[in-house]
């Protein structure tokens, strides 16, 4: 079964930092597209980044630009994105998906909340 | 960056009925267009790609249909497994955009 299983949020002060992680099996995740889309509470859906399967193409939303990093490590099967000086509004669950068919296979979401 | 609209904003229907719900897109994005339905508490799943291919395992009686800057999301026979809200989403350009949703509640 393919399977998109986030980890990583948490709660975190304004300023601060935190790594998300997104871990594949059961496809062969170094020949895939990956995205973050995260949702605020009782909001809609927003992407934020994408990446090609070989690193060689990076998009980010405006909102998180300069702030936040993605990456992955195909060698274990693994997508991260990295945010830095978080904000209230990056409150969300965030969403890790397969760039197939538009985004075909997602995640459960892990869900990050920045409030002092 | 492209905005996209949908209407209506919510809806309500009974079993059995014939719901259609429409994404606008703010410049022509050829069928680069995706739905997906999302239900409280869960990711969103995929429903169409390329604005009429129907994703597999996805039921028939989804489908949908346009080009360019309009287009429709039908779903024929509601079941009262199709409540939720419906996003489109455009992968023509960077940075993708969603539409707002369209909330559907069963009667």
């Known amino acids: 079964e393919e399977q998109l299983v986030e980890s990583g949020g948490g709660l975190v002060r304004p300023g601060g930092s935190l790594r998300l992680s997104c871990e594949a099996s059961g496809f062969s995740f170094k020949e895939y597209g990956m995205n973050w889309v995260r949702q605020a509470p009782g909001k809609g859906l927003e992407w934020v980044s994408s990446i090609s399967e070989s690193n060689k193409y990076i998009h980010y939303g405006d909102s998180v630009k300069g702030r936040f990093t993605i990456s992955r490590d195909n060698a274990k099967n693994s997508l991260y994105l990295q945010m830095n000086s978080l904000r209230a509004e990056d409150t969300a669950v965030y969403y890790c998906?397969?760039?197939?068919?538009?985004?075909?296979?997602w995640g459960r979401g892990t869900t990050v909340t920045v409030s002092s | 960056a492209i905005q996209m609209t949908q209407s209506p904003s919510s809806l309500s229907a009974s079993v059995g009925d014939r719901v259609t719900i429409t994404c606008r897109a703010s410049?022509?994005?050829?069928?680069?267009l995706g739905w997906f339905r999302q239900k409280p508490g869960k990711a969103p799943k995929l429903l169409i790609y390329a604005a009429s291919s129907l994703q597999t395992g996805v039921p028939s009686r989804f489908s949908g249909s346009g080009y360019g800057t309009d287009f429709t999301l039908t779903i024929s026979n509601l079941q009262p497994e199709d409540f939720g809200t419906y996003y489109c989403?455009?992968?023509?350009?960077?940075?993708?955009?969603f539409g707002p949703g369209t909330r559907v509640d069963i009667k």
């Open positions: 998906a397969r760039a197939v068919n538009i985004m075909d296979v």
């Open positions: 410049q022509d994005i050829r069928n680069d």
């Open positions: 989403l455009q992968d023509f350009d960077y940075p993708f955009t």
